[in-house]
């Protein structure tokens, strides 16, 4: 039986209390089964087909792909949005994805040049780390927030994992993506 925490974050603001309760369910990282790498890998690259990347593949050059994707509550959306990181050799691009109103299948994505000042792309150090998490499933059950799918390629040997609100979970590999999105999000 898995027990619930409840966390309850505590901070002042405009001389008020705020209390926000988070929902944690302490869950080791899970390796994916084959069902759930083969829709991960579907919907990694479904992202790159509509931004117009090429599949990552063994054998390619080391090449991190962060899809963040979020929950919001917005009309004109299926209720999420996905916003991609591609760090490459000498470039960095952000990428935009699209929903059709009622589908949950990117229609087309737009990528721009990322401007240097504005983001530190994954060190050697942190990218091997990712790749050591390759196949897992890093989520602490919090609920809403962001989720993200990693795919990359390190040292000619590609590799992606999930991983749900990293910077609210504490296990290790949580904490090495939440360590990385927080400079990439800078």
């Known amino acids: ?9 505590f901070g002042l603001a405009g001389g008020t209390f705020a209390v926000e309760p988070l929902y944690v369910q302490p869950l080791l990282a899970q390796t994916r089964d ?3 790498r083969a829709e991960a890998r579907r919907k990694l690259n479904e992202y790159a087909e509509a931004s117009r990347l090429p599949l990552l593949k063994e054998g390619d050059p080391d090449e991190i792909r962060i899809w963040v994707t979020w929950a919001n509550f917005r ?5 999420y949005e996905t916003e991609g990181y591609v760090f490459e050799a000498n470039n960095a691009r952000t990428c935009r994805i699209k929903y059709p109103h009622s589908k949950s299948t990117p229609i087309k994505g737009s990528c721009a040049r990322l401007r240097k000042a504005t983001v530190y792309p994954p060190s050697a150090f942190e990218l091997e780390a990712l790749a050591n998490l390759s196949g897992r499933e890093l989520d602490c059950g919090v609920s809403d927030g962001a989720w993200l799918e990693i795919d990359g390629v390190y040292k000619g040997h590609q590799f992606s994992l999930g991983s749900s609100n990293p910077d609210q979970c504490l296990d290790d590999g949580s904490k090495v993506v939440a360590k990385i999105m927080a400079h990439v999000l800078r």
């Open 1 to 9: 039986m898995r027990s619930f925490v409840l966390l309850i974050l």
């Open 34 to 36: 084959a069902d759930q």
């Open 75 to 79: 009309a004109d959306t299926i209720g």
